[in-house]
Every structure is written in C-alpha cells, then in structure tokens.
C-alpha cells in the first residue's frame, strides 16, 4: 500500500473531531519547524532516506499508528 493510500485509508476512518486532532498535531509539527525553506537537493535526500526506512522495514502499519494517537491523545 502507498503512503497516499495509507493517508486516504486513514482519513476515511476518521471522525470529525479525530481529523481536527490530526490537523492541529500537523499544524503543531510545522509550526515547530520553524521558517525552514528545503531545497530540491534537501527534500531528494530526505527521500531517499525515506524511502531506505521503508525497505529496511522502519515504518509502521497505518492502523497501529492510528490507535497509537487515539491513545495519545485521548480520542
């Protein structure tokens, strides 16, 4: 399953108020990244890296991490 698919999937088992939890935690991230440009260069890296985290098996099965913020955050 893509990354996208993984979101959509998400996404549609959201609630309302589960969805607004997730738009401020994103928010939050990007809030705390400060004013941060990325370059081609950067964002081909940080691909790469990505996509070497995902080979490797470092990643996480999109209904896991959903229940983990569920948890986290109490929903």
Request: no cysteine.
């Given at each position: 399953m893509s990354t996208l698919d993984t979101t959509v999937s998400m996404v549609q088992k959201c609630t309302e108020d589960e969805l607004q939890v997730v738009q401020q935690v994103i928010r939050q991230?990007?809030?705390?990244?400060?004013?941060?440009?990325?370059?081609?260069?950067?964002?081909?890296?940080?691909?790469?890296?990505?996509?070497?985290?995902?080979?490797?098996g470092q990643n996480q099965e999109a209904g896991k991490a959903l229940a983990e913020l569920r948890e986290k955050y109490g929903l």
């Open positions: 991230f990007f809030l705390n990244r400060g004013p941060h440009t990325t370059t081609k260069k950067q964002f081909l890296e940080e691909l790469r890296i990505s996509r070497g985290q995902h080979q490797s």
